[in-house]
């Protein structure tokens, strides 16, 4: 799996670069304000109007199929992309709300990581201390802390961080650095479940303590990894990444070849904000596949599209474009202000890895 941005002059000029620049995010500065640069949507594949076509004429696009399986919604695949299978709006709003809730409060808890615990260390109740207008803050360790021969030196070395309500006196002169709740909340890009994922070695380390991924969400893996499993088999869910979008973040182009075995489909699914989807082929030279992922929709990648380059290179957080009104209306309680405040401008993707 590679995170980043590929940068090298050579890379910059693959058509699969040449399609994230075109649907990245650009702004326009203008005397008064900055204003996001229009882009051509027209090219990008959009299975929710596909569905509705077919469910009124029975017709489909060219280079569309559906899959024909024992599933109770339509699946539809890419000719051009075997093993790709993309379920529109497979999730009801009930779920979706409840996968959101789950990945910005149960999800990021410890053991399981996040992007944050590089610099941090674990990180307790990151929604709730945000909701809370808390600061994360570290103490000054006592300066004459080494000569304590009773100390670990490991633990002499690492400042201790934790969220505290504000930065008042109570707290101390002791308090050496602080970063809002708030602002770590936008800045969280990944947690990952089950398995622990380790970016740095680009492999899984069972060796990481872990817990299993919840029963409920490896329920719903198994229910919607079936159109894309070897007959007769059942998926096990091991592992899972929840990638967190804001405005402007993307994830550039990559594949995900750490698992054992690429028969078994990576179960994915959309939450908030609509986003840009980019299908390559097999060389970043193969000119990549646009498509719309809504929140709801369900994305299943199975042996040949396992070896396909994808990213998300856009999301539309503007009214018109993000497409979460079903989601604005069902978060209408008071304590769900926080939950739609979040949505309103990110996207959430949890996607599910049978790793072995
Ligand atoms: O956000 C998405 O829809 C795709 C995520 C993805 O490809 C990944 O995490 O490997
Ligand atoms: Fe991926």
């Given at each position: 799996m590679y995170r980043s941005d590929v940068t090298n002059e050579e890379s910059e000029r693959t058509a699969f670069r040449k399609a994230e620049k075109k649907y990245k995010?650009?702004?326009?500065?203008?005397?008064?304000?900055?204003i996001v640069r229009p882009v051509d949507l027209s090219e990008v594949v959009d299975f929710k109007s596909i569905l509705e076509q077919y469910n009124c004429n029975g017709e489909l696009l060219e280079g569309v199929s559906m899959r024909n399986c024992d599933f109770d919604r339509p699946v539809f695949c890419l000719e051009r992309r075997p093993g790709y299978y993309f379920i529109p709006g497979?999730?009801?709003?009930?779920e979706e709300c409840r996968w959101i809730r789950e990945s910005l409060t149960s999800f990021p808890q410890p053991p399981n990581r996040t992007n944050h615990n590089a610099i941090y260390g674990p990180m307790e109740d990151l929604f709730f201390s945000a909701k809370e207008g808390k600061a994360l803050v570290t103490e000054r360790l006592p300066d004459d802390v080494s000569s304590e021969v009773s100390v670990v030196e490991s633990d002499v070395r690492t400042p201790q961080w934790k969220f505290v309500k504000e930065l008042g006196d109570s707290h101390g002169k002791d308090a050496?650095?602080?970063v809002p709740a708030s602002v770590l909340l936008r800045k969280l890009r990944w947690s990952t479940l089950g398995l622990q994922f380790d970016w740095s070695k680009r492999s899984y380390n069972v060796s990481l303590p872990h817990k299993k991924i919840p029963d409920a969400l490896g329920q719903l893996a198994k229910r919607m990894a079936a159109p894309a499993m070897p007959r007769g088999e059942e998926f096990q869910p091991e592992a899972a990444i929840v990638n967190y979008f804001g405005l402007g973040d993307m994830l550039g182009g990559h594949l995900d070849d750490m698992e054992k075995d690429w028969s078994k489909p990576i179960v994915s699914m959309s939450l908030g904000c609509k986003a840009i989807f980019l299908l390559g082929g097999k060389s970043r030279e193969d000119t990549p596949i646009a498509m719309f992922l809504r929140s709801g929709d369900i994305v299943l990648m199975a042996g040949e599209a396992r070896e396909c380059f994808h990213g998300v290179p856009r999301i539309f957080t503007d009214t018109e474009n993000a497409e979460i009104s079903h989601l604005e209306s069902q978060f209408a309680g008071v304590d769900d202000l926080p939950y739609l405040d979040y949505i309103r401008n990110s996207r959430i993707n949890i996607n599910i890895r049978q790793v072995f």
């Open positions: 995010i650009y702004y326009d500065n203008t005397k008064k304000k900055k497979a999730l009801s709003v009930e050496c650095e602080s």
